[in-house]
């Protein structure tokens, strides 16, 4: 239980830790422990320990449990505003600390789909390493959007382009999805006359929303589906195996051994009507041009540009 003692804010909550302020803010904004956990990269049972002590030092419960998940407290309430605005000026020094650097070394965080960071990242680290060895990247692969203005990441790759003052963005790459095997299974197919006969790599049904997984739905329904998963690295590989066959943006034939197939003309309106797709990259404007960082913007850029030219 939380002892019970009088809240004195003038003792207290001056002598909390950012940390246990970025752990309150973690677990009021996902409604749940395992979540916050995840952002924030720690234990569950961390996350609860270092809740638990902070409400213990305040002398107050800060959250309750319900089926929805944790709610705040009339107190957890209280103190979001305030909780805020440490994060606000944390993030601010963080970013005046930045611009003093003069050399490109230390940590850079970015946020990259998955599937992209085995891709497209990883194989590229080495070059990365021999360009600037004092930087150490980290790769954020979650699926949810990071908020660059609090910190949650320095840069990232995205498919959509955000809007916002406080954001920098360049756009990457356009890309169209293509209908792939691997180079053995497509010369067996031939040419494909209707997308029912061949056996497919489709999205497990949480991603059944993505628009590459709708045409799929629509233009071959009723085809066997001989593997479903939502990891891209998964699919890739068992789509080189000779698996079936698997709908991929256009740059993933230049990293991978899959080849287009062919297809019949009757074939040729759907195949007008596969996604499109487009590849941003994305920082804070007050820190984009901080060393560390403006290396890494550049380099990714190189990068991915290098992909949309033959």
């Known amino acids: 239980m939380v002892a019970k003692k009088q809240y004195q804010p003038g003792r207290d909550s001056s002598d909390q830790r950012w940390d246990d302020v970025r752990i309150f803010l973690a677990v009021a904004r996902a409604g749940s422990l395992g979540q916050a956990a995840r952002r924030l990269r720690l234990d569950t049972s961390t996350v609860s320990r270092r809740l638990r002590a902070l409400e213990e030092s305040l002398g107050a419960k800060l959250f309750e449990r319900t089926r929805q998940g944790l709610i705040a407290t009339r107190m957890g309430e209280q103190m979001l505003p305030a909780a805020e605005a440490i994060e606000s000026s944390h993030a601010s020094l963080t970013r005046a600390t930045s611009a003093l650097e003069t050399i490109a070394e230390g940590k850079v965080r970015v946020s990259v789909p998955p599937g992209m960071a085995d891709a497209f990242i990883a194989p590229a680290l080495t070059r990365l390493h021999a360009r600037h060895p004092g930087i150490s990247l980290e790769l954020d692969t979650s699926i949810r959007v990071v908020d660059l203005a609090r910190h949650e990441a320095d840069l990232a790759l995205r498919s959509l382009a955000p809007k916002g003052a406080e954001l920098v963005v360049t756009k990457l790459l356009h890309a169209?999805?293509?209908?792939?095997?691997?180079?053995?299974?497509?010369?067996?197919?031939?040419?494909?006359?209707?997308?029912?006969?061949?056996?497919?790599?489709?999205?497990?049904?949480?991603?059944?929303?993505?628009?590459?997984?709708?045409?799929?739905?629509?233009?071959?329904?009723?085809?066997?589906?001989?593997?479903?998963?939502?990891?891209?690295?998964?699919?890739?590989?068992?789509?080189?195996?000779?698996?079936?066959?698997?709908?991929?943006?256009?740059?993933?034939?230049?990293?991978?051994?899959?080849?287009?197939?062919?297809?019949?003309?009757a074939l040729a309106p759907s195949i007008a009507r596969l996604p499109q797709d487009d590849l941003w990259l994305v920082g804070h404007r007050v820190t984009r041009n901080t060393p560390r960082i403006a290396a890494v913007w550049t380099f990714l850029a190189e990068e991915f540009r290098s992909l949309g030219r033959s």
């Open 176 to 265: 169209a999805w293509v209908v792939a095997a691997s180079p053995a299974f497509a010369r067996e197919l031939g040419k494909v006359r209707t997308w029912r006969d061949p056996p497919w790599i489709d999205w497990d049904y949480d991603l059944a929303s993505m628009p590459a997984a709708i045409w799929l739905t629509r233009y071959a329904k009723g085809a066997a589906i001989a593997l479903r998963t939502n990891h891209v690295g998964a699919q890739l590989k068992a789509a080189e195996s000779g698996l079936g066959l698997l709908l991929v943006p256009e740059p993933y034939l230049k990293t991978n051994a899959l080849v287009p197939v062919r297809y019949a003309p």
